[in-house]
């Protein structure tokens, strides 16, 4: 059976401040939904509930197709928008590459910190090969990595992993085992590696110590995972591992609402 994997970390306090919790979505393209600050969560399905902390929340909507590190535009306009210091981040995919650019630019004055559900901060291989609007170029590993991603700001990471023979993926059977499986490094979730959604300070192929199928597993004695399991590696700075779980890019939303 798919098992989920956790890490336990010791609990760190996080000042109380009145400003709400922000939920921001990540890749949409062609989204009709109001932009800006609003109560409309619609990008998160049943993932929307009640925040574990029990804090008011509100969601940041932007068009989800623009620039985000070659362009401020949207980081600008969510900076802005966070009068007062929020009390957390949760964000999905590249909004989590908005929230990192965020840090990166306007220091830690108005982040308490972030919750991360797949995060694409570390960029996906799949935009190299794909570039259907101008988010996907800074997408791209490169570009995503450009900046310094270590943050002040705690930051709890989970992934998702499809990492089976012919995984269903997020955009099918077919096309996760014959192109997104070769293209992304180690576990994903149909979308992005583990490098990426788990915050390590570097590409490379991650994995879960008991998964058969993924590429690292081969080579391993039974003494060890060859330093390459999802837990091994170098993290970006403030950047916590909490979990990996065998669900796909768009069910990891699930993660943001965590009490992490």
């Given at each position: 059976?798919?098992?989920?994997?956790?890490?336990?970390?010791?609990?760190?306090?996080?000042?109380?401040?009145?400003?709400?919790?922000?939920?921001?979505?990540?890749?949409?393209?062609g989204?009709?939904r109001?932009?800006?600050?609003?109560?409309?969560?619609?990008?998160?399905?049943?993932?929307?509930?009640a925040n574990?902390?029990?804090?008011?929340?509100?969601?940041?909507?932007?068009?989800?197709?623009?620039?985000?590190?070659?362009?401020?535009?949207?980081?600008?306009?969510?900076?802005?928008?966070?009068a007062?210091?929020?009390?957390?981040?949760?964000?999905?995919?590249?909004?989590c590459?908005?929230?990192?650019?965020?840090?990166?630019?306007?220091?830690t004055?108005?982040?308490?910190?972030?919750?991360?559900?797949?995060?694409?901060?570390?960029?996906?291989?799949?935009?190299?090969i794909s570039?259907?609007?101008?988010?996907?170029n800074?997408?791209?590993t490169g570009?995503?990595?450009?900046?310094?991603?270590?943050a002040?700001?705690?930051?709890?990471?989970?992934?998702g992993?499809?990492?089976?023979?012919?995984?269903?993926?997020?955009?099918?059977?077919?096309?996760?085992?014959a192109?997104?499986?070769?293209?992304?490094?180690?576990?994903?979730?149909?979308?992005?590696?583990?490098?990426?959604?788990?915050?390590?300070?570097?590409?490379?192929?991650?994995?879960?110590?008991?998964?058969?199928f993924?590429?690292?597993?081969?080579?391993?004695?039974?003494?060890?995972?060859?330093?390459?399991?999802?837990?091994?590696?170098?993290?970006?700075?403030?950047?916590?591992?909490?979990?990996?779980?065998?669900?796909?890019?768009?069910?990891?939303?699930?993660?943001?609402?965590?009490?992490?």
């Open positions: 059976m798919k098992k989920f994997a956790m890490l336990a970390v010791a609990a760190m306090a996080v000042s109380s401040v009145a400003n709400a919790d922000v939920y921001i979505h990540g890749r949409d393209p989204n009709t109001a932009k800006g600050f609003n109560q409309d969560y619609s990008y998160w399905g049943t993932y929307a509930g574990f902390d029990g804090a008011t929340k509100r969601a940041f909507n932007w068009d989800g197709s623009s620039l985000v590190v070659s362009s401020s535009t949207v980081v600008n306009t969510f900076s802005a928008g966070l007062t210091r929020a009390n957390i981040i949760r964000c999905h995919s590249a909004g590459l908005v929230t990192a650019r965020l840090i990166n630019l306007y220091g004055g108005k982040v308490g910190r972030v919750v991360a559900g797949s995060s694409a901060e570390g960029g996906s291989e799949l935009a190299s570039q259907p609007e101008p988010l996907t800074d997408l791209k570009a995503a990595r450009s900046f310094s991603h270590n002040g700001v705690l930051t709890h990471h989970g992934g992993s499809n990492c089976e023979p012919l995984g269903a993926g997020t955009w099918g059977s077919f096309f996760s085992s192109v997104v499986s070769p293209t992304l490094p180690g576990e994903d979730d149909g979308a992005v590696a583990y490098h990426s959604t788990l915050g390590k300070a570097a590409t490379g192929s991650y994995c879960d110590p008991d998964d058969w993924c590429t690292d597993y081969a080579s391993d004695s039974g003494m060890g995972w060859n330093g390459s399991y999802w837990s091994g590696g170098n993290n970006y700075s403030g950047h916590v591992i909490r979990a990996a779980d065998y669900v796909g890019h768009s069910t990891a939303r699930q993660y943001s609402g965590r009490g992490w």
